[in-house]
């Protein structure tokens, strides 16, 4: 058996300007289907979630942008290279102490699997979802 992963989570967005790293407090994840999530990464939103204190940027934090995509909520991608990177519900008074970040981002080993899928309701007309996993309707 492997051994667990404790170290921090890093990343990079696909030019690299912008490097981070991140507390690791979970090894898993979830795969959101809403219709805001897919336009905005192109597909489903696969995520693991982390401390939002713990998020240091190694680089490139002046090339992160943010972009508010409800009330509540913001979303962080790269202003060079346009990587989806953060979900953040920064004005939410009950979730703004974690932020998720991009599966896609993360150097390997990533540690974590994806465990669920999300608002699957809003899910694409163009794939299914069949690997197993629970479903959910919200979060
Ligand atoms: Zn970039």
């Keep these: 058996m492997a051994a667990k992963n404790t170290s921090d989570f890093t990343g990079r967005c696909l030019c690299g300007a912008v490097a981070f790293r991140a507390a690791r407090d979970r090894d898993h994840a979830d795969a959101c289907h809403c219709g805001q999530c897919r336009r905005w990464s192109g597909n489903f939103w696969a995520s693991v979630n982390v401390p939002s204190a713990s998020l240091k940027f190694e ?14 909520v913001r979303r962080g991608f790269c202003k060079k290279c ?19 970040i991009a599966l896609g981002a993360l150097d390997e080993p990533t ?29």
């Design 82 to 100: 346009g990587s989806a990177l953060f979900w953040h519900a920064d004005r939410h008074k009950d979730h703004a102490h974690r932020i998720a």
């Design 111 to 139: 540690g974590v699997k994806i465990t669920e899928h999300i608002f699957v309701a809003d899910k694409g007309d163009y794939y299914d979802i069949n690997d197993g996993l629970p479903q959910k309707q919200t979060y």
């Design 59 to 72: 680089s490139g934090e002046d090339s992160l942008r943010w972009f508010r995509s409800s009330d509540l």
